[in-house]
């Protein structure tokens, strides 16, 4: 048999049907949905008169808009559009009998930390969800990417999605990260290095020592940015930590079947002569805590650089990068250390879990904040109730930090978590798109440590130095 | 969906790279349970000021532009989210056909489920494009998509590529969902074959 990637492997187990031109019919395991992003697809069911095909693989929870304060499960307490859609993902959810995580179960949070947590998400499978991050799925070894509504529809009533391969794509970490690196300084400097379109056209598969050192959590953070460096999906092969993760989640499988399962799981690595199309690699050590200073993921420095200016770049970036320079209020030549900022958000489905609270936690412990506001907001009801029963919550209370319910909350600004116009932001989300976290607002991506230290000085900070 | 065969219109020039969903279509109309009534809020960020009023140097705020049916822009155009409301508020717009050196892969896809025809050609000829379409509205471009060309005013043609099945769909507006339902049996037997192989799914 030729050599295989690991996406050709998943790929090749996921092809219902291939016409002559290569268009194939993926098959999918699991279809997420949300509140936002789905309403016209159960509309479009209705009226056509169709049925979810598998309601058993399909998952919905309400995520994007529910606010994260209090008394949310009261209608009154959501501004009367997000009640509707919310009201209608309950409704969707009932009429077709699919899976569902309502905002008063404690299981609610952002469907891609939800997934996960509830054993839906496992190696090998197709998972697909009308949100551009599902690619945070494929740290399972899960071929796992976006789609839109229509296709959210298309999905819905055949299980299946029309689909050409991509091309295989190598982003090889090697070596050991220093002190103070996270995977989102992993993620975001492959992102600096291609370009927020250097992977289009391409599956991500990530590997190297770096990688297979991170945690499962580590492992989703990284692959949660796949889409922001153009790719269809990020995955990483399982290995034991994979399956340690699964291993006893409400809906992994038990007993023989996980025998099964195990069994196929370890099949699911590129072969050693496989063919890429192309090959990125860094070196672990190399990889310094980086933020963001621009309006695009792909404008990324280590902390201790400078704020660039338009001429550094070429062609198109300079007109980009001086329009950047002007939404974030920003002067070239400035040390990034010396950003002040005015508000940090720690959450979202890059950096929601509990070992992104622990870290921050880490480093927030017995210090107060120095900003005019930061919040917490946990990825779903189970990291919330994990981080309190860790005493996390405190830490986070004592230093200043607000303690919200779960959601997407201000990585998107749905609900009413909104930045204001040139409010600057320290945000462990992934997206720093102008007025993403509300009109004007400005926005510096970074890992959870540097979130909590730029919380402490009120300034953008190099983590290692409070270390 | 609608069919796409021939256009001729206005093109409008927005010479910036990396347009994202964001930028088309702003989260706070994404509320919204429905397809239609988007149009106006397109690039609303861009296009109106904090009280509402339009700001008149934004390329569709131009007279020249307000008709326009053809998109001409930078690179990697539709970035980030996969929000389907940003093919969606093009279309009501009016905007049939983006034209740039590269499309994000979830936008590029929804394009052609919302009847819309994204071009994508190399930066040399976009360039020649974006120039053609600075010339306002009396510089009309044409494309066809069943001869996979762009016309511009001047009557310079480029050809661009585009997938078989894709074009097929939008030439003759059909509906995915029909045409896989009618490879049903496909998808039965495989279902029965993958629950063989991995029941634990
Ligand atoms: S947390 Fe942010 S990026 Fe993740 S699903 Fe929610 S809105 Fe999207």
Redesign the interface.
């Known amino acids: 048999m030729s050599p295989k990637t690991l996406y050709d492997k998943i790929w090749d187990?996921h092809v219902?049907?291939e016409?002559d031109?290569g268009?194939c019919?993926l098959?999918i395991?699991r279809h997420l949905v949300h509140e936002?992003?789905s309403?016209?697809a159960f509309?479009g069911l209705r009226m056509?008169n169709?049925k979810v095909?598998a309601p058993d693989?399909t998952i919905a929870v309400p995520d994007?808009?529910v606010p994260t304060t209090p008394g949310r499960e009261d209608p009154k307490n959501m501004?009367e559009?997000?009640a509707?859609?919310v009201a209608?993902l309950d409704k969707n959810a009932k009429d077709f009998g699919i899976h569902y995580y309502p905002v008063s179960d404690v299981r609610q949070g952002i469907v891609h930390i939800v997934g996960p947590e509830q054993g839906w998400t496992?190696p090998?499978?197709t998972v697909v969800c009308?949100?551009?991050h599902t690619a945070t799925h494929g740290a399972f070894g899960a071929l796992a990417?976006?789609?839109?509504?229509?296709?959210v529809?298309?999905v819905l009533?055949?299980?299946?999605l029309?689909q050409?391969k991509s091309k295989n794509m190598k982003v090889e970490i090697t070596g050991k990260l220093r002190p103070g690196v996270t995977a989102k300084d992993i993620t975001l400097s492959v992102i600096g290095a291609t370009g927020?379109?250097g992977g289009?056209?391409y599956v991500i598969e990530y590997c190297g020592e770096a990688i297979r050192d991170l945690s499962m959590e580590g492992r989703m953070t990284v692959c949660n940015m796949a889409i922001e460096g153009?790719a269809?999906a990020g995955i990483i092969a399982p290995d034991e930590k994979t399956y340690e993760y699964c291993n006893g989640r409400p809906h992994a499988?038990k007993g023989a079947?996980?025998e099964?399962?195990l069994n196929?799981w370890k099949t699911l690595y590129s072969d050693d002569d496989a063919q890429w199309d192309k090959v990125i690699t860094l070196k672990g050590e190399d990889i310094a805590p980086v933020v963001t200073w621009g309006t695009?993921p792909e404008d990324v420095l280590p902390i201790t650089a400078n704020v660039p200016a338009a001429e550094d770049f070429k062609g198109?970036?300079v007109?980009?990068a001086q329009?950047s320079l002007d939404y974030m209020g920003l002067t070239s030549g400035t040390p990034l250390k010396d950003v002040e900022i005015d508000t940090v958000f720690i959450g979202s489905c890059t950096n929601g879990r509990i070992e992104d609270l622990r870290a921050a936690a880490e480093i927030l412990k017995g210090k107060k904040v120095a900003v005019k506001r930061a919040m917490v907001v946990p990825g779903s009801g189970l990291v919330r109730a994990q981080a309190e029963e860790e005493g996390l919550a405190d830490i986070f209370k004592e230093a200043g930090f607000e303690w919200r319910l779960a959601g997407c909350s201000m990585c998107?600004?749905?609900n009413p978590d909104q930045l204001q116009?040139e409010e600057r932001c320290a945000a462990t989300s992934n997206?720093n798109?102008?007025?993403?976290q509300g009109?004007g607002g400005r926005t510096h991506l970074m890992s959870p440590a540097m979130a909590a230290a730029a919380a402490i000085t009120g300034k953008l900070t190099d983590v290692r130095d409070l270390m | 969906m609608d069919k796409f065969t021939t256009l001729t219109g206005i093109a409008a020039p927005m010479p910036l790279i990396n347009i994202d969903t964001d930028m088309i279509i702003p989260k706070q109309f994404l509320k919204t349970i429905k397809r239609s009534g988007l149009g106006v809020n397109l690039f609303d960020e861009m296009r109106y000021d904090d009280d509402g009023a339009e700001i008149p140097n934004f390329v569709l705020n131009k007279e020249a532009y307000r008709e326009a049916e053809i998109l001409v822009a930078g690179d990697n155009f539709g970035c980030g989210s996969s929000r389907e409301h940003a093919p969606w508020a093009i279309k009501d717009f009016g905007i049939r056909c983006v034209i740039a050196p590269s499309f994000a892969d979830i936008f590029y896809n929804n394009c052609f489920k919302n009847g819309i025809l994204p071009i994508a050609l190399p930066q040399d000829q976009v360039d020649v494009l974006m120039k053609d379409a600075e010339k306002g509205a009396n510089a009309r471009m044409t494309i066809d998509l069943d001869t996979q060309t762009v016309t511009t005013s001047d009557g310079e043609t480029f050809s661009f590529e585009v997938d078989s099945f894709k074009k097929h769909c939008l030439m003759n507006g059909l509906d995915d969902i029909g045409l896989t339902m009618e490879k049903a049996a496909s998808i039965d037997s495989f279902e029965v074959q993958a629950e063989q192989a991995r029941p634990w799914v």
């Open positions: 187990a219902a049907h016409a031109d268009t019919l098959y395991d936002v992003t309403p016209q509309e056509t169709r095909r693989k994007h808009n501004t559009d997000s509707i859609q209608a496992l090998g499978m009308g949100d551009s990417h976006g789609i839109g509504t229509s296709e529809e298309h009533a055949t299980q299946t029309i050409k927020t379109a289009t056209g153009g269809r499988p079947q996980w099964a399962a196929w695009s198109g970036k007109g980009a329009r998107l600004a749905m116009p997206r798109f102008e007025g993403r009109r």
